[in-house]
């Protein structure tokens, strides 16, 4: 089954315990991207990918960093989280960039840090 | 950067219309979503529309984009209880990225 995988699904951490979320697609899409959901601001950009190895910031990429090492997989990292990055996260992935493309979402991770 | 506005909720009847409408601000677009959210899911795509056209329509869907004004709407027909979710307007970015509205909230009432 074509599908983006997050994990975990569900964390709570304390205040700068790093942690990684995991994001994987099963497509063969090149482009992949984080978001970040919260009541009131709707969906927010973190980071995007075009392909291995290139990677961009999106509108919030402060407090974040990215990886893409393969094409498949595309985690985020938070290497100190703050209480402000408690949201729920979403991965995103699509063929190609933009055009006609539909991004495929992952059912999300919902991050609370106390 | 790019500035997608919508309603944040809408409440209809089960069997009515509903439209939702979108402003937004980048005109260079060449592609503009829509995508459903239902609860505790995540957004999955619900159509789509080419900037050179100004409607599109699919099964109960109907999509409207007025280029001029920026200015795009979705328009369900025969609204069932089953379309109740959050609706994101997102119009593609330059650098082929998606720029989300806040989303609007629609409310079928049986």
């Known amino acids: 089954e074509a599908q983006v995988t997050q994990n975990p699904r569900y964390l709570i951490t304390v205040t700068g315990k790093k942690l990684t979320v995991t994001c994987s697609q099963n497509m063969n899409h090149e482009y992949m991207s984080w978001y970040r959901q919260d009541p009131g601001l709707g969906l927010r950009q973190i980071y995007y990918s075009m392909n291995v190895e290139v990677t961009d910031k999106g509108d919030v990429p402060e407090g974040y960093k990215v990886s893409r090492k393969e094409k498949r997989n595309f985690p985020l990292i938070l290497e100190s989280p703050s209480p402000n990055q408690t949201s729920l996260y979403f991965c995103?992935?699509?063929?190609?960039?933009?055009?006609?493309?539909?991004?495929?979402f992952g059912p999300g991770t919902r991050l609370t840090v106390l | 950067g790019e500035d997608v506005e919508q309603s944040l909720f809408l409440s209809v009847r089960e069997g009515d219309s509903s439209v939702i409408n979108c402003t937004y601000t980048?005109?260079?677009?060449?592609?503009l979503y829509w995508y459903k959210q239902e609860p505790g899911a995540g957004l999955q795509l619900l159509t789509y529309i080419f900037s050179n056209m100004d409607m599109k329509q699919d099964q109960r869907l109907t999509v409207l984009l007025n280029k001029k004004d920026k200015h795009l709407s979705l328009r369900i027909a025969d609204t069932q209880t089953g379309d109740s979710a959050i609706y994101f307007c997102a119009p593609g970015g330059s650098q082929g990225n998606l720029i989300f509205g806040k989303g609007t909230k629609l409310s079928v009432k049986p």
């Open positions: 980048d005109s260079s677009s060449t592609y």
């Open positions: 995103a992935s699509s063929l190609l960039a933009g055009g006609s493309n539909e991004q495929f």
